[in-house]
């Protein structure tokens, strides 16, 4: 059965980006809430809708629960950039895309505190979900609202999707 490592080896940063140290997955997951970095895509097609990924049930965080796009950790001696492109690839078999950045905040929950670089691309090729994800697909602004606060997203989903797309309107 697949498992996240814990041994896996993440960069500690402060809240510009900057490195501090390093610590493992398992010590980032523990609730020390050492800040490390993770990347964030949301893929739209030319329709405006948004892919979304289904975690898998063995992940440590959040199983079961619809996910950004396309979200990882940077590994130490990765640049944000060099995270993006390989996660991308490993997640949703993409290789020929153009990033826009967003934003950059930090997402903190009771078991660990992140700094997410949030970008966003138009994607209207295949997609190919690894074994990584348990499902994915396109899903319309409207069917995203209309289950906002009911379980089914991540909580740093449903804070992050209002910087990307309008709820309001």
Known sequence: ?????N???????DEQGNITGAA???????GSKL????IHLHVFNSKGE???QKRPEWK?????????????HVDLGESVEMALKREVREELGITDFTPETITHYVFESAREKELVFVHKTVYDGEIHPSD?????????????KENIGKGVFTPNFEGEIGRI????A
């Open 7 to 13: 041994q896996e080896m993440f960069p500690l940063v």
């Open 165 to 168: 797309i309008p709820l309001d």
């Open 50 to 52: 948004l892919y979304l």
């Open 132 to 144: 990584e994800l348990d499902d994915g697909r396109f899903w319309t602004v409207e069917e995203i």
């Open 24 to 30: 493992t997955r398992g010590e980032c997951h523990s």
């Open 35 to 38: 800040l490390h970095p993770v």
């Open 1 to 5: 059965m697949n498992s996240d490592n």
């Open 60 to 72: 440590d965080i959040q199983p079961g629960k619809w996910d950004t796009s396309v979200g990882g």
